[in-house]
Structure formats: C-alpha cells, structure tokens
C-alpha cells in the first residue's frame, strides 16, 4: 500500500512539474503551452498580430504611398491640380524632395483623375534635341505604358495621342488613339525631358510644354504649365500614420485588384474598411503609428538588401530588361522584399527597364562596409563610359532619397559638365564627403552629416560594352 501510494505521489509530481515546466516557457513574453493561450497573454498575442499587419501593410502600400506623396505635394507646392502640368523649370536642387531625382533632365508630372471618362494626352516626337521620356503610371506606381523613345512607346518616339481609360471602360473611342486601360481612377504622368546633341535647357523646357492633357470629352479645354523651380516640393512618403489615413481614401476611392484583397482584410482587421470612417480610438491609432515608424525602419534596412546584382562589380541594379516586371509579380510570386525595396527609394519607374537608361547603386565601398558620413570616399570610372548620350554619378541623402542638403548646392559629376579633370587614360575619379580634394573640386560632390547613397546612370546605355568589356568597382575610402 505504502509502495503503491508512493507511486502515486511521484507520478503526480512529475506531471506537475511538466505542467509547470511547459507553462514558464515565454516567447516575447508569451507563455507557450498546449491548447490555448492563457488569458493574461491574449491581449499580447492580439497586439503582435495586428502590429506584424501595420509593418507589412506599411512595406506594401510604398508605391501608393509615392503617388499620394508626389500627388500632393505638387498640388501644394503649384497651387493647381488635376490636369495642370507641373514642371520644374530647370534643374531640380535641395529643395525638390522627390525620390532619386537627377539633375541633368527637366521634369513634369501631370495627375490624373479618370472618374469622369477618359483622358488624353499628346506627346510630342523626338528629335536631334533630345525627346520627352516617360511613362503612364497607375496609383500603384505600375507603368502601363512608356512614352516619348523608339523601342518603347507605342509611337515609336514619333509623337502621339494616347487616350487613358478609367477601370472597366466600356464606351467607343475615336480612332487614332493609342488606348492605355488603367486598372485604377487615379494615374499620373512622370515625365523627364531629356537633352541630345545641342539641346539646350531652353530646348528641354519648350519640349516639355509642348506635351498636352485632356479629357476626351473637352479637347478644347485650356492647358495649364506651371513652373515650380523656384518653390520647394515636399514630396517624402508618409512615415507616421498618415500612411494609412491616404490606404483608406485608397479603399474607399477605388476598384481593389484580386492580388491585394487579402492585404486590403489585413487592413479591415486594423479598423480600415471601405464604407466606414477612420479609426478614432487612442489605442489603434498609437499602434498604427507604431506600425507605420517600424515599418519605415524595416523599408530602409530592406532597400540596402534586396536588389538583383548590377552589370557593375559590387553594385547593385534598379532593374534591367532581363529581369524586370513593372508590378513586381513573375509566374511563381509577387517579389516581396524589392517591391518596397524600389520605393523606398524611387518613383516613376519605366514599363520596360533599361531601354534608354541602365541606373545602379550603391551602399557600400569597396570593403563591403557601409559608406559612413563625415569619410572620404573616390570613385574610379575607368575610359570610355559607356553611355552614348551621357553618364551621371549622384549622392543621395539616406532618409529623403533626394539630394543631399550641403552648402556647395552641388549633387553631381556628370559627362555634360564642361570642367571636369580626367586622367591622361581617359578614365575619371569622382570623389565624394566632406572635404575637396586638391586640385579636383570638379570632380568632387560633398557630403552631409546624414546617411547617403551613392547612384550612376547610364544614358543611352552601350550594351556592348556595359558590364562585358567596361565596369567599375564600388568606391574606395580614402585613408
């Protein structure tokens, strides 16, 4: 008897203790244990999940977020609005917030707003001077078509009218049209114009307000320009919670694509639904802040990973023909890391990548260690570039994607400048951080206290050559 109630003792002992053991093992202050969650971890779990939701919906309303970010701050900075073409009279500077901006080219944007029928734009053709390039894009920041260069554009670089469709259009268009079918109410022009040959800046500006916009129901109807050279263009993505104040105008205005209906659930779980207003309550709107800043530092750590290689040692590539696709979904998966990887950084992407230009970029030197403010770096470009219109190395502020805000005012080296020094092979070094080489502030482009990048753009890319008998290492830190 005495054996026998032993026995039973131990055994109750030893469940108990495994019982106890399993219910002290704790993930992020979770108890882990067989069947349901205790009742005091419940509110944890339910505030992980929906906080996990906030930084993947952050991550993939990026390329929205860049066209509510572009679209409202050229309204602000212009004064106009849906139609009215807005340009910058020269070339962009500091004070233009734009993601990955260059110098070189003019650039205009006109929005969209397709509700009311469909839209018609003019695009000029090209000649000697140089051509207007760009594309038609959807909210989402997915080019339907390319505009204004031979091997892209429907037009072929000759010039044409495109009339753009709202989403399930289904009345008669005139003939003479190139028809664009928009998946979305709201698009936009991005439009650079590009000089050639002895295109002057005057050349590029007459070129670009030459383009006009409008509805296929009102061709009479007066063109605004508006030159936005001298005011500043605050266009950086939301990074607070308005990032998903402009995902529920997004739901609430237009159609939802079957690729996105389980994120647009993963918003309705956070309060954010069609029909219904926005969340109002002290407890959600902290976490979707909350949310929104986690996912904005996850977006930056993700853009210094997830990008194919580069044709160039070391670097790494915006895209290419080979490889690119203008929604980031190929037969097996929509590309989850360089989707937002591309926007964090960038906006306006081309329908068909790498026809006119081959862009690269960079966020380490030549060791494989991160370019750090306040150092010295140069970078090598060995003879003949290959870029048959003209090439462009640019430092870019980490936090803005824009230019860097130094006192120079000075953002590039590139081709078109007229007081470079070379080497006497022909090959140049671009310098960039805070101090001037002797003797080569030409060639120099300072530096901030803030984070950078570096990017090189290849205009009129030489295929033969590019990446095969020319290429480039990363730059070197100077000791």
């Excluded at 205790?38 to 991550?59: M, P, T, V």
Aim: overall charge negative; some cysteine.
């Amino acid at each position: 008897m005495k054996k026998l109630l032993l026995s039973i003792v131990l055994s109750v002992l030893v469940a108990t203790t495994g019982c106890a053991q399993q219910g002290t093992d704790k993930l992020n202050g979770i108890t882990i244990k067989p069947g349901y969650p205790l009742l005091e971890d419940q509110g944890k779990i339910d505030y992980n999940l929906k906080l996990n939701r906030a930084i993947e919906l952050f991550l993939w309303s990026l390329p929205m977020n860049q066209s509510y970010a572009g679209r409202d701050a050229l309204f602000s900075s212009s004064g106009g609005g849906e139609l009215d073409f807005v340009y910058i009279g020269g070339f962009a500077d500091h004070t233009k917030k734009l993601s990955t901006l260059n110098n070189e080219v003019v650039y205009g944007s006109v929005y969209l707003d397709l509700s009311d029928g469909p839209i018609v734009y003019e695009s000029p053709k090209m000649d000697a001077k140089g051509y207007l390039f760009g594309s038609i894009i959807d909210f989402w920041q997915v080019a339907l078509t390319d505009l204004g260069v031979p091997g892209a554009a429907p037009d072929g670089g000759k010039g044409g009218k495109y009339v753009i469709l709202p989403p399930n259009f289904e009345g008669k268009i005139p003939d003479g049209f190139h028809e664009i079918k928009s998946p979305t109410f709201q698009a936009l022009l991005g439009l650079r114009s590009v000089m050639l040959g002895e295109g002057t800046l005057d050349d590029a500006i007459s070129r670009m307000k030459s383009a006009k916009i409008y509805p296929l129901s009102n061709p009479d109807k007066a063109q605004n320009y508006i030159d936005i050279l001298e005011k500043p263009l605050e266009a950086e993505v939301a990074k607070d919670i308005n990032v998903f104040k402009r995902l529920h105008h997004y739901v609430n205005k237009e159609p939802i694509a079957d690729k996105d209906k389980y994120l647009v659930g993963m918003l309705a779980s956070l309060g954010i639904e069609k029909g219904k207003p926005f969340p109002t309550d002290e407890k959600t709107l902290a976490l979707l802040q909350k949310g929104a800043e986690l996912g904005w530092m996850t977006a930056k750590y993700n853009t210094t990973k997830s990008w194919n290689p580069s044709l160039l040692k070391g670097w790494l590539e915006l895209g290419s023909a080979s490889t690119w696709t203008p929604d980031y979904i190929n037969d097996d998966m929509m590309l989850v890391d360089q989707r937002p990887a591309y926007f964090t950084i960038a906006i306006w992407p081309p329908r068909n990548m790498g026809t006119s230009t081959y862009y690269s970029i960079v966020f380490n030197d030549n060791s494989d260690q991160p370019l750090v403010q306040g150092k010295n770096y140069v970078l090598h470009l060995p003879p003949n570039v290959p870029a048959k219109s003209f090439w462009s190395v640019i430092v870019y502020d980490a936090e803005s994607a824009s230019f860097t805000d130094n006192p120079e005012k000075k953002y590039t080296v590139n081709s078109l400048q007229k007081k470079l020094s070379f080497n006497e092979d022909g090959s140049i070094d671009v310098y960039f951080g805070p101090d001037a080489p002797a003797g080569k502030k030409g060639n120099w482009i300072p530096t901030t206290e803030n984070d950078f990048f570096v990017g090189i753009r290849f205009y009129s890319p030489d295929w033969d050559h590019l990446g095969k008998t020319w290429t480039c290492d990363r730059p070197v830190l100077v000791e």
